[in-house]
């Protein structure tokens, strides 16, 4: 249905200027929307993206295997890390830096971790006096929990040796076939 | 005079002055919070309880600020522009009847004085956009003389309606002569009076001088600091004055009854204020050409036959 154009602004001036003041009188009335925020603050989702963690496996163990896909994901290049492996086979960032004051919270990281160690929290309040105190080194971004994904271990996963876990021994994993006894 | 008369004077002067600025300072806030009232918001509510020091802070805001003149800005008068919308307002609250026996002057042609001070307004902003000399302000100033020059002449023409039902142009005898609000006698009048008195003040929804969305903010565009704060000021008290003298002229001034005289006149005051409050925060801002038309086609118009209607009946019942 074609709508009819709108009246000119003679013809209608009189009943819309009484309507606008009655709809905005209503609203004195009405709930107010500010959220006073120091005082009150808003439960925040659980997903949302916020200042970022590194997180530990139910061993108390980094989960982090410093594989660089979360620096390489970057689109601003905050991530800055450095490998290292320990000889019974484990790998860990030996520093492991986020510059907070170019991060955008955008999450990539946290989508191309293949080991769930690095995480969003729901916590934005991080404010500082000086650019340098927004980068974060390893120390300030290691929490002691497991963060959103509870009981995952990527080293009892995965199937790499480890000091204390042959390949094979892992959770779902079979142990490899010998060669020598698979003979027909 | 002696001294002490002097002294008094003074003092008195000094005391009407402060309480004008003090009252011009917590109707912003006023406005601030109603206007959030009316949208949902909660206004300023940091500074002290509920905010009440925000106009404190506001004022420390702005005369700490550079005191800056653009380079390109016509010196002197880009100085003296922003003293004279406040000055003329203040002055004009001279002659304002507050209670009986409660006003600073009571000239034979306050009405008359006021009306020219609402003239000198206008060459505060208009002045002042124009020695900017910057676009913006220039289209503020440009617009601001437009405007109160066409909205000046139905006020002025309401207002003698007013004049000839009182017989005088003092504004005191015209609150005597108000047993019955003049509102009841001369509703067009009134209606004419308030719409003008809206665009004399550059207020919503005549605020095309300052319009934020078209022209940055108008004639105060280059302004900053004390200056911008002068032109503030005195704005408020344009709304002030506008408040006070739609109460001495229609509303009965100081009558009414049980309550003392200047309780009635706050109260009249105060709902004419939050009135203009809410009109700011319902109306959107008028079209040029409408603001044009508006003023000449229809209050014009109004006035005039307003102004003969109460000839006429006036001419009869002063005979029979």
Redesign the interface.
């Known amino acids: 249905m074609l709508k009819k154009p709108t009246p000119s602004y003679q013809s209608r001036h009189g009943t819309g200027l009484l309507r606008s003041l009655w709809t905005v009188l209503r609203h004195a009335f009405t709930k107010r929307d500010t959220i006073p925020y120091p005082d009150v603050k808003r439960p925040l989702p659980a997903r949302w993206r916020g200042r970022i963690v590194l997180t530990r496996d139910p061993d108390g163990e980094e989960r982090c295997v410093a594989c660089y896909l979360c620096s390489a994901v970057c689109p601003v290049d905050c991530i800055h890390l450095q490998s290292r492996q320990l000889d019974e086979g484990r790998r860990y960032p030996e520093t492991f830096t986020i510059d907070f004051s170019r991060c955008i919270f955008c999450g990539f990281c946290e989508e191309a971790c293949p080991t769930l160690a690095i995480q969003l929290t729901p916590d934005f309040e991080m404010c500082e006096k000086h650019h340098a105190s927004l980068v974060y080194d390893k120390q300030q971004l290691l929490i002691d929990g497991q963060g959103k994904h509870p009981g995952y271990n990527f080293y009892r996963r995965a199937g790499v040796a480890i000091a204390g876990k042959a390949i094979g021994e892992a959770e779902c994993d079979t142990p490899p076939v010998d060669r020598d006894s698979n003979l027909p | 005079m002696t001294i002490t008369q002097w002294l008094f004077a003074f003092s008195i002067l000094l005391l009407v002055l402060l309480s004008l600025f003090l009252i011009a300072a917590f109707m912003v806030y006023a406005e601030r919070r109603v206007l ?7 206004g300023p ?1 940091r500074a002290g309880p509920f905010g009440l020091l925000q106009p404190v802070a506001d004022l420390l805001k702005l005369i700490t600020k550079e005191h800056f003149t653009p380079p390109f800005a016509d010196r002197s008068i880009y100085t003296i522009a922003p003293i004279i919308v406040p000055f003329t307002a203040l002055l004009s609250f001279a002659v304002v009847p507050v209670d009986d026996g409660w006003w600073l002057a009571d000239i034979n042609i306050a009405l008359l004085f006021v009306l020219a001070l609402s003239s000198l307004r206008v060459y505060g902003i208009m002045l002042g956009g124009w020695a900017s000399n910057s676009k913006y302000p220039l289209f503020g100033g440009l617009r601001s003389a437009a405007q109160m020059i066409s909205y000046e002449l139905p006020m002025g023409l309401a207002l003698m309606g007013v004049v000839m039902l009182s017989g005088s142009f003092s504004l005191v005898d015209i609150v005597a002569a108000q047993s019955l609000p003049f509102i009841f006698l001369q509703p067009i009048g009134f209606f004419i009076f308030l719409v003008c008195g809206i665009a004399e003040t550059n207020r919503l929804p005549f605020d095309l001088p300052e319009a934020e969305n078209e022209l940055a903010a108008g004639y105060n565009t280059e302004y900053g600091g004390i200056q911008f704060a002068l032109f503030f000021l005195g704005e408020y008290i344009g709304v002030l004055l506008i408040a006070a003298l739609a109460t001495v002229l229609f509303l009965g001034g100081w009558h009414g009854p049980w309550l003392p005289g200047v309780c009635w006149f706050a109260i009249k005051m105060l709902i004419l204020i939050l009135l203009f409050f ?2 700011r ?3 959107p801002r008028l079209r040029y050409d ?1 603001l044009m038309s508006f003023g000449w086609k229809l209050l014009l118009p109004a006035a005039l036959i307003n102004l003969m209607i109460t000839a006429v009946i006036g001419l009869f019942w002063i005979k029979g």
């Open positions: 959030a009232l009316l949208q949902d918001r909660l509510n809410w009109l925060t319902s109306m409408q």
